[in-house]
Structures are given as C-alpha cells and as structure tokens.
C-alpha cells in the first residue's frame, strides 16, 4: 500500500490524525502529512479509515 | 452465495446513503444497488453548504460527493426527483411517490434530518432554512442582494452563517432563546471564547429570546421578538435545529424513537432493514442508549458500516467509537472529539480560553470524555485515542479529581 496527501484538496481538517495518528501529522501550515508512506500490513485498516474519513478527499491510498 | 434478486434499496442520496453503496460494491456485493433521494440533485457534501457554499459566485460543482461517472462505472443506479412515502418492513418493499413499489432483498434507510421551520403562513420570501444545496443556492442568492441579515438559533449552522454573511459585510444579528449562546454545545468557557470570535467580527448576538414572528408584505421584513422587539431584516435564516426524517415510516413496523433505533451494526427492529446518518440511532457508546449523532464523519462511517455488514453479515463492523465534528468560522478551524454535553469540568491542555487558539478536554466523572478546539487540530485530534480508552483525566490533565467526583 502507498498513501500521499493530495495537498490541493486537504484542509487540515485532521480527520486523518483522528483516525491513523501513526501514519498521518499536520504541518505547521495546516496540510496533513504522510509519516510513512508505505505503512505495514497491520496500518492497512487505519490508512483506509483515514480515507474514508477525510471531508475533502484529499488522501490518495494506492493498494 | 444467497440469491439476491432484487438487491439493495438505499433511501437517501446522502453521504450515509452513498457510502453505504460505496461499501456494498467495495466488499464485492454483486446485486442490484439502487440509491433514491427526493430532490433532483446529483449526491453532495452536506458541511460546505454553510461555509464556502455561501461566498459569492461559488462553483457548486466543488460540492459533488463523487464524480458522476463512478456511479456509472459502479453499477449504482441513482433515482434521483424519485421520493419513498412508506416502507413495508416486513415485506421489503418501499413505497414511491408515483405509486409503485420497490422490491429489495436490504433496505437501507438513510434520509437525514429536515430543518425546523417556522409556521407556513411566515416562511415568507425571505426565510431560509439550509440544510441541501437548493437551500444554500438559494440564501447565497439572498446574502448577494441582503443588507441586514437576521438569524434565529446559534447553533452551528447560525454560527457559519453568521460568518459567511460577515465576511461579505452584511450587517447580522443571531437571536438566541438560550441566555449564554454554545453553551449546550461546548460548555461554559469554549462558549464564550466561540461568542467572543463572533462579536469580534461584528455580530450582533441577542441572547435569552426568541423568535416569535416574520413580518412583512409578501416578503420578510422584520422579525418580531418574544419580548416586543422588531428587527428590520431582508434576509432571514432559521437555525433552529433538525428532525429526522422518519414521519414517512410511521406504519412501517420498525421501530422508532428519535429516529431509526438500530443496533451497533445498523440493523433495525426488522431483518434486511438498515438505518445510517442522521435518522439512525445507533446505540451511544458511552451509555448504551439509543442516540442520533448529527455529524457528517459519523453519516459515513455509518454508511459504510451498513454497507459492509450487508455484503458481509458473517462479519459484521460497527464504527469507531468517538463522534467527531468539524466548523469553519472567520478562518478558525473549530473541531470537536467525543462527548461534550453536560461535562463535569473543562480544561484546557493547550493554550486558553481567552486566546486565539486552544485544546480543551470535557471530564465525566474520573474520565476524560471529549475535546474540543479552535485553531488547535494538532493539539486536539491526537486526544482521540485518550477519548477511546477512557483515559483516566489526571492521566491526561495531571490533575486529580475533585472527591466524590469518580463514577
């Protein structure tokens, strides 16, 4: 699996911390970003609740 | 592999509605998906209609809740203008506004919730309430010509009104039955740090009355206060709350409280009737009792909980376990974790009340219950987990609990 932030669509909206805090953090200008963009099996289900979870549907998982 | 010949009915168009289908096709459900919602609008995000929905000249394109080929592409038959008046709930059969009926195999119900309003004979030219796309298309048109904008109930949706009217220089008034505004929402002290933001951007806020009346000839006016006040307006938005929309199942053999009550999983009283979103009440995780949440995170996950425990019911998925909600005011970033109502104390763990930013943490009894921010989502979103697990509040906080405070 890889995950990246689509920076043009994210808000800050910080769904994404709320649901996989290991994998997700804000920058200091508000947009999200990836701790590790090619996260373990066992963060799968956390990536994919982090993207279900994003109001602006800016996180992009490839699996 | 049961035969599923008529497939899924999903009622609503509404974010719970379509990640419920997204869910189905997402966990290989091969049957029939047919999604109906009354107004003829294709599917869209619900929280925007308050905030950028409401600026000038907004491209309402943005506000799509997918792209118009995945339904396509899917095999999600959307019947949209299309609207269901009665459910048969033992025979899985949902009545339709042109007298048919439709068979399902699962029905899932997801129709959201209706604003309140006032009286018809006052609903007067004039009079918004905001809660779908026409109803924001609408008062955008309103706030593009409106000088003075009168708004009834401070609650969020007043409250991003109020902004979005602010930000384009109208003059505004929220009018509050409630003596301190955000009070019943937030708490005490977030309360008056969110009043703060308001009437320092310019917003009238009138507190302990209400609503009475509109006035006008043929369009609004004025609106007329409890205690005898007139206040000239052009513009009027109620803010007064919702009701989910469940009139149209009285009869239906489910049963019904302050909504659909449904289990952990979404089921209903009845097999191969499901409820998400703002209609469903879930059982509350912190009380076992059934409780709508009104929250758009919670509409989804419910949706795609249903959706799952349809295409799946050997393995069945309820949602996470701490509501969360989101508000955009004067480019504050307000956000809320858990369980706000009625907390024993509240204390800020970053920043302060009478800053520009803070985290705050809601005690219930020995227990950290929720959270809640403003211009603070690094602070605030980590305490999620804290929420989840109950974590002890002298955990969290380094203070202890008052005596006799521990549940």
Not at chain 2, 45 to 59: F, I, R, T, V, Y
Not at chain 2, 246 to 262: F, H, M, N, Q
Request: aromatic residues 4%; hydrophobic residues 45%; contains cysteine.
């Amino acid at each position: 699996m890889k995950i990246r932030i689509d920076e043009e669509k994210c808000c800050g909206y910080a769904a994404c911390l709320s649901a996989a805090p290991e994998l997700f953090d804000l920058g200091d200008d508000n947009i999200a970003i990836v701790l590790n963009p090619a996260p373990p099996a066992d963060q799968h289900a956390a990536a994919r609740e982090a993207l279900a979870a994003c109001p602006t549907d800016a996180i992009v998982v490839e699996e | 592999m049961t035969a599923r010949p008529h497939g899924t009915v999903i009622v609503g168009a509404s974010v719970a509605g379509i990640a419920a289908a997204d869910a189905l096709r997402k966990n290989g459900y091969d049957a029939p998906i047919r999604v109906l919602d009354a107004q003829p609008v294709m599917p869209h995000n619900k929280p925007p209609l308050s905030k950028q929905a409401l600026e000038p000249g907004h491209d309402d394109a943005r506000l799509a809740l997918r792209p118009e080929s995945y339904f396509a592409d899917a095999e999600i038959e959307l019947m949209l203008g299309c609207r269901a008046v009665g459910l048969r709930a033992a025979e899985l059969l949902v009545d339709l506004d042109d007298g048919s009926a439709l068979a399902a195999d699962d029905i899932v119900l997801a129709p959201g919730a209706a604003p309140r309003r006032l009286p018809a004979a006052q609903m007067l030219p004039g009079v918004h309430v905001l809660r779908s796309l026409p109803d924001a298309v609408a008062l955008r048109r309103a706030l593009d010509r409106g000088r003075r904008v009168v708004i009834g109930g401070c609650g969020f949706i007043g409250a991003e009104t109020a902004a979005a009217a602010r930000k384009r220089g109208l003059e505004v008034t929220i009018v509050e039955i409630a003596p301190e505004p955000f009070r019943a929402l937030v708490g005490a002290q977030p309360a008056r740090a969110l009043t703060r933001l308001h009437r320092d951007h310019g917003v009238r806020i009138l507190t302990g009355v209400g609503v009475t009346a509109v006035a006008g000839r043929g369009r609004a006016e004025a609106v007329l206060l409890a205690d005898g006040r007139q206040l000239p307006a052009d513009v009027v938005v109620l803010g007064l709350g919702v009701v989910p929309a469940v009139e149209w199942l009285t009869g239906s053999g489910l049963a019904i409280g302050d909504g659909v009550t449904c289990d952990r999983y979404g089921r209903s009283s009845v097999p191969h009737v499901y409820a998400a979103g703002d209609a469903a009440a879930w059982p509350d995780p912190f009380t076992g009792l059934p409780g709508r949440i009104e929250h758009w995170t919670t509409a989804q996950q419910q949706g795609a909980a249903v959706g799952h425990n349809i295409a799946r019911p050997g393995d069945l998925q309820s949602v996470p376990a701490v509501p969360y909600f989101w508000s955009d005011q004067y480019g504050v970033r307000i956000q809320s974790l858990g369980w706000l109502d009625d907390p024993a104390e509240i204390l800020c763990v970053h920043g302060d009340f009478g800053a520009a930013e803070f985290a705050a943490v809601y005690r219930r009894g020995d227990k950290v219950a929720g959270a809640f921010g403003l211009g603070a989502a690094r602070h605030l979103m980590p305490l999620r987990s804290a929420i989840e697990r109950r974590a002890p509040w002298s955990e969290i906080t380094g203070r202890s609990v008052p005596a006799g405070a521990s549940a």
